[in-house]
């Protein structure tokens, strides 16, 4: 599905606008901003202006109150740099030596290579050791240039990897920026809600129909997901808990924002893992692998039980298995996975009702299915017999083992990201611990960290209000993007102490008002998503 866009005033019906002018120089002590004329202007925190490239750089706000506690403001920084251009890499390598040889044959190939040193490395991977030597070919005015260019290093036998504007390099100074801030105070944060696309799996659908469908005033898009080649569309890769019911099991050990239902509870980002159990009445107990997705197809990695390659997280990586146990829940829609292997539908009680003795077929309401594969399909044989009592256990815990809630506790939503940006108002960026960098392959981290991409963003300040940010980007002369640790940045500024990144790239969407307020970055608009933070 595609949003029609169409060009309205910044003043919506109903919402009421402030808009800032803020001084070139910066807002020192005793500054005052410009103000324009608004109706009824929001009441507003100190100003900060984003800690994004150079000082003088011009910034306007226009602040916007959506309901009560709830205001949107709209940055726009920096300029275009007449300097910027497009480029192609073709390759970032860990040893210079192997670097100066390609050039060396870009050179012989009749190309005009340049090499320079990669510093920047995750956070938690420290070294005065450079990251990496980057080769890139080209200095081009547009990106339909680019791409011949990337044409004509195949056709001479390399492998070039990606196309830049090299004013999304992390490493420009003008910008410019868009950035979309959704705050929602302290005493209104029980508004927002995680919603599960079309309330169930599989689907998807666009953030502006999420917000509609559940009455919503505002909302940014939330989780990473998965897609028809991982085996289940609309499952999110990684945890996901939805009014207190766990619809998706952890990325184990990466980040996401806690939603508590009690108020005087208050939101949290936090490192959070499951543990997810099977034990029959005769005693045998085994692990469950995972909830509302096909068996053996683990998106974002960081399972448990002998996933391959790897069982710590690695995004954009679908790790295997072909022992696992799936459990589908009463958010599972439809028929289920079919193929080799073990069924077994139980009651709420756990009581196996029936057993298949292949894979696939739907399940009644009130009950669920467990399906297994390889020696999860022995197990449950020879453990979830038609009669027999099959208990599941499913915990979420924080990043020292301590039960955070379980699926029969208090009720709270849980939506995952990664990486955490900022711990108790530190930037803290663990991208190597949660799965953004490849050992192999150090041009991975640095097309996904530190260059400049559109970001989503969540946020927790001190008094316990929320930060919701979207930030436009791949837009030249329009929006940059940001950086992890330019998004850890802006996030302080704006007032976060705790926050963390969302899905981005072309799944960054904002809607305030009925409307698609930002610029995704797909040229066939809004993106079908998984599940979304919604301000009701």
């Known amino acids: ?25 910066g807002l020192q002590a005793g500054a005052q901003a410009v103000v324009q004329p608004a109706v009824q202007p929001a009441v507003q925190p100190a100003v900060q202006r984003l800690p994004l490239g150079d000082a003088s750089l011009p910034e306007t706000r226009t602040t916007t109150q959506v309901a009560p506690g709830v205001t949107w403001t709209r940055i726009k920084r920096g300029r275009p740099d007449a300097r910027d251009h497009w480029t192609v890499e073709v390759a970032l390598l860990r040893d210079e030596g192997a670097a100066r040889s390609l050039a060396d044959r870009l050179d012989d190939a009749g190309f005009d290579p340049a090499v320079s040193r990669v510093d920047e490395r995750p956070q938690d991977l420290p070294s005065n050791q450079p990251w990496g030597w980057r080769v890139r070919v080209g200095e081009l005015a547009d990106q339909e240039a680019a791409a011949r260019l990337v044409k004509d290093l195949r056709a001479a036998g390399f492998n070039p990897t990606h196309t830049y504007f090299t004013g999304e390099d992390g490493t420009g100074r003008t910008g410019p920026w868009v950035v979309d801030v959704l705050r929602v105070s302290a005493a209104q944060r029980q508004r927002v809600q995680v919603r599960q696309a079309q309330d169930r799996v599989p689907g ?54 806690v939603l508590p239902s009690d108020r005087r509870a208050r939101p949290s980002v936090q490192q959070l893992s499951t543990n997810l159990r099977l034990r029959s009445a005769d005693g045998a107990q085994r692990e469950l692998d995972g909830l509302n997705r096909s068996p053996g197809k683990i998106r974002n990695c960081g399972g448990t039980g002998g996933d391959v390659p790897t069982e710590r997280p690695r995004h954009d990586v679908l790790c295997t298995d072909d022992s696992e146990v799936i459990q589908y829940t009463d958010f599972f829609y439809g028929p289920t996975h079919a193929g080799d292997g073990v069924a077994v539908v139980i009651d709420k009680n756990g009581k196996v009702l029936e057993v298949r003795d292949r894979r696939g077929g739907t399940f009644p309401s009130g009950t669920t299915l467990l399906a297994g594969t390889g020696d999860g399909a022995d197990w449950l044989r020879a453990h979830a017999r038609k009669g027999q009592v099959v208990n599941v256990t499913a915990t979420v815990l924080d990043r020292n083992g301590r039960l955070l809630t379980d699926t029969a506790g208090r009720a709270m939503d849980v939506a995952s990201g990664g990486p955490q940006l900022l711990r108790n108002g530190r930037v803290d960026i663990p ?106």
């Open 1 to 25: 599905m595609k949003i029609r866009r169409t060009r309205r005033s910044v003043l919506t019906a109903g919402l009421a606008t402030l808009a800032l002018v803020l001084p070139a120089t």
């Open 204 to 257: 998807g659908e666009t953030l502006a129909d999420m917000v509609k469908h559940m009455g919503g005033i505002a909302g940014i898009n939330g989780s990473y997901g998965s897609d028809e080649e991982d085996g289940t569309f609309g499952d999110v890769a990684g945890l996901s808990v939805v009014g207190g019911k766990l619809v998706s099991e952890a990325v184990q050990g990466t980040s996401a924002l």
């Open 431 to 536: 991208a190597d611990a949660e799965g953004f960098n490849y050992p192999d392959d150090p041009g991975f981290f640095d097309y996904f960290g530190t260059h400049r991409h559109p970001r989503s963003l969540a946020g927790v300040t001190d008094d316990g209000s929320l930060l919701f940010v979207a930030v436009d980007g791949r837009r030249p002369g329009y929006s940059s993007g940001l950086t992890f640790r330019e998004s850890a940045a802006v996030m302080r500024s704006l007032g976060a102490v705790n926050a963390l990144n969302l899905d981005g790239g072309g799944s960054t969407t904002m809607v305030v008002g009925g409307r698609l307020i930002n610029r995704p970055s797909d040229s066939t608009g809004p993106r079908l998503m998984e599940n979304a933070l919604i301000i009701r």
